[in-house]
């Protein structure tokens, strides 16, 4: 993939292309980086310290570097760079109130809003 011009991701689709994900949590984890990016928590730079600091961890460690394992060394240094700019609680209020409202939508009128409640309905 080639890096379109003002993308500071050189893996990220260009509009010609299309993301490929082996598995869902890599294309969360890919947005959530994006949008943590864009929102300005971090830096291009900070990010690229973090990515490459997993990687040259893990080829340490013996890591074949076949690329199989990219997005395992993208979520670690996700997490990294959250847990470094205490980004966890910002996000977890956000998760938080995006259950809340899934929650109330859930939720006859004039009954209780309970966290989760409508996961449960299926079990009946």
Wanted: aromatic content about 12%; charged content about 20%; hydrophobic content about 45%.
């Amino acid at each position: 993939m080639n890096q379109a011009p003002g993308n500071p991701f050189p893996f990220a689709p260009t509009p010609t292309e299309d993301a490929i994900f082996a598995e869902p949590w890599q294309a969360r984890a890919f947005g959530v980086t994006m949008a943590l990016y864009q929102a300005g928590h971090f830096t291009w730079p900070e990010w690229v310290e973090a990515l490459s600091g997993e990687i040259a961890a893990a080829k340490a460690r013996g890591d074949p570097d076949t690329g199989e394992t990219y997005y395992l060394h993208w979520l670690a240094a996700l997490e990294r760079i959250v847990a470094a700019k205490n980004l966890s609680a910002a996000f977890e209020l956000r998760t938080r109130k995006g259950e809340w409202a899934q929650a109330a939508a859930h939720t006859p009128h004039g009954k209780p809003i309970v966290l989760g409640a409508h996961d449960h309905h299926h079990d009946h």
